[in-house]
Structure formats: C-alpha cells, structure tokens
C-alpha cells in the first residue's frame, strides 16, 4: 500500500521549538499532528482574510459605506 503523506524538515527557532513540544506534551498530540493544524488554521484565516478583501473591494467599487452594509444584509435576509 502506498504512502499517503510525505515528509518534510522544517527548521524553527528554540524558543519556537520549546512552544512546539510544550504544546504537544499538553495535547498529547504529535508535533506533526500539531503542525497539520497549525496548517490548516492558517490556510483557513487566509482564505477569510481574501474574503474580507475582495469584500473591500467590492463595497469600495460600488461605493457602499460600513453604514449601509448592516442594512443591505438584513435586507437580503428577508
């Protein structure tokens, strides 16, 4: 059966490495697992971050203030 994840090295610092195995020691979790979360939390905030910008955007582009935004979606929800 093939492998279904790869390894990688990854170099931190030690203070960065003393909060790796201190969090892991606490969770009980491995550093990988605990690295794979950290990934995934981050790709996530990035995507709402990407988000919020294009939102921006838009809202710039069409020339709506924070102001109205409350209204339009209450507005949109009924």
Do not use: C, H
């Not at 390894?7 to 610092?13: A, C």
């Not at 550093?31 to 995507?47: F, G, M, Q």
């Not at 988000?51 to 409350?70: G, P, V």
Request: net charge positive.
């Amino acid at each position: 059966m093939p492998r279904t994840t790869r390894t990688i090295t990854v170099s931190l610092p030690p203070e960065m490495m003393g909060m790796v195995e201190r969090l892991t020691k606490k969770e009980g979790r491995t550093k990988s697992e605990l690295i794979r979360e950290a990934l995934r939390r981050y790709a996530e905030e990035r995507e709402w971050r990407d988000l919020f910008r294009y939102a921006e955007r838009q809202a710039k582009r069409k020339r709506i203030t924070e102001d109205q935004i409350e209204i339009l979606v209450d507005d949109i929800r009924n």
